[in-house]
Nanobody
Framework: QVHLVESGGGWVQAGGSLRLSCAASGSITSVDVMGWYRQAPGKQRELVAHISSGGSTNYGDSVKGRFTISRDNAKNTVYLQMNSLKPEDTGVYYC?????????WGQGTQVTVSS
């Protein structure tokens, strides 16, 4: 079993920055891909970014060049540095750990970007 705890959400003005963290506890393996998804009101959950244990990354098109995902395998923690935030980045950000066909989710952290 895996437990994910997010932190770092909050309110920021457009153009500002926030850093999200997600700490994983339980049995973490080298095949686990960790990442972030977000969901805005009335919209489907979408990929923000994910990263493998080896450091390979993938980003959603809307955040490329603005967000950076990183991972500390020793701490079982994934980070999301969000720069140049836009109002459309507002939503609940969920940490995700994917292990083959199984997915674990955090409880979510709210990010609000005001114009």
């Amino acid at each position: 079993q895996v437990h994910l705890v997010e932190s770092g959400g909050g309110w920021v003005q457009a153009g500002g920055s926030l850093r999200l963290s997600c700490a994983a506890s339980g049995s973490i393996t080298s095949v686990d891909v960790m990442g972030w998804y977000r969901q805005a009101p009335g919209k489907q959950r979408e990929l923000v970014a994910h990263i493998s244990s080896g450091g390979s990354t993938n980003y959603g098109d809307s955040v490329k060049g603005r967000f950076t995902i990183s991972r500390d395998n020793a701490k079982n923690t994934v980070y999301l540095q969000m720069n140049s935030l836009k109002p459309e980045d507002t939503g609940v950000y969920y940490c995700n750990l994917a292990r083959r066909i199984v997915a674990y989710w955090g409880q979510g952290t709210q990010v609000t970007v005001s114009s």
